[in-house]
């Protein structure tokens, strides 16, 4: 054989290569192949478990938001209609002062139409007096002129006594 190559060591050697080929994989190739494999479905449990954590969290933030959305509008409609019962009632209240004033006004005309009748009353008896007592002072001079007596009597007595 040229080159001294036996055949029959290369067919052992090839033999060889394989059996260590095959030892190796069974020995070391599928266990750490395994390992590889359980690792990495481990991280892909993990992002998926992260990932539905996100969506979770996310939905809660989206239900949290809806909810205070819905409790700034109740709150909204809960300020108009404070501010709608705060508005009736000064309207009420302004409704009433006004009655009020409208009330004491009349009783203030009443009074006043009252205090003129006495008013005019207490005149018309004085006047009743005056004529009385002027009647009686004219009574009592005989002699003199009634008209004239009567105007001194209303004008104090002085202005046509030295006539």
Not at 27 to 42: G, I
Not at 80 to 102: G, I, K, N, P, V
Request: aromatic share 6%; charged share 30%; hydrophobic share 45%.
């Amino acid at each position: 054989m040229p080159l001294n190559i036996n055949l029959q060591q290369i067919l052992l050697h090839w033999m060889n290569l394989a059996i260590l080929t095959g030892g190796l994989y069974f020995l070391l190739f599928k266990p750490v192949k395994q390992f590889m494999d359980k690792r990495a479905a481990y991280y892909q449990e993990l992002e998926e478990q992260a990932a539905d954590k996100l969506a979770q969290a996310e939905r809660l933030k989206a239900e949290a938001q809806a909810k205070l959305d819905a409790a700034d509008d109740e709150i909204h409609d809960e300020r108009m209609r404070a501010q709608q019962a705060a508005s009736d009632a000064a309207q009420e209240q302004l409704a009433q002062a006004e009655e009020q004033a409208r009330h004491i006004v009349a009783k203030a005309q009443a009074e006043a139409e009252q205090s003129k009748e006495r008013a005019l009353r207490e005149s018309q008896r004085e006047m009743r007096e005056l004529a009385a007592r002027a009647a009686k002072k004219l009574a009592a001079k005989p002699g003199a002129d009634f008209f004239d007596q009567f105007l001194d009597l209303t004008e104090g007595g002085g202005a046509h006594e030295g006539r």
